[in-house]
């Protein structure tokens, strides 16, 4: 069973920043296009940026100057660098890896962001 773990959520204060980590397989890593979902409490999971494989970054409009998408191939690692947070941010973060029909989803981080 493929397993993707996530860390680096938690809480932090208006205008702070994050960065939340996604480790994947190797096997699945370079064959992936990935990307980063949020759910707010009460509210569907909606999009919030992916990278293809090429390396190609698209963000949600509404995010794309303070979240920003990486991967280090090295590490087999996904980031999300969040920064100039807001309470409206607060939602349950969630990484997915597509290999060819398959997705992998990692098990959610929270974060909160509250003063």
């Known amino acids: 069973q493929v397993q993707v773990v996530q860390s680096g959520g938690g809480l932090v204060q208006p205008g702070g920043s994050l960065r939340l980590s996604c480790v994947a397989p190797?096997?699945?890593?370079?064959?992936?296009?990935m990307a980063w979902y949020r759910q707010a409490p009460g509210e569907p999971r909606v999009w919030v940026a992916t990278?293809?494989?090429?390396?190609?970054?698209v963000h949600a409009n509404s995010l794309k100057d303070r979240f920003t998408i990486s991967r280090d191939s090295a590490k087999n690692t996904l980031y999300l660098q969040m920064d100039s947070l807001k309470p409206e941010d607060t939602a349950t973060y969630y990484c997915?890896?597509?290999?060819?029909?398959?997705?992998?989803w990692g098990q959610g981080t929270q974060v909160n962001v509250t003063s």
């Open positions: 997915k890896f597509v290999s060819g029909m398959t997705e992998y």
């Open positions: 190797g096997t699945i890593f370079g064959a992936s296009t």
């Open positions: 990278i293809q494989r090429t390396g190609t970054a």
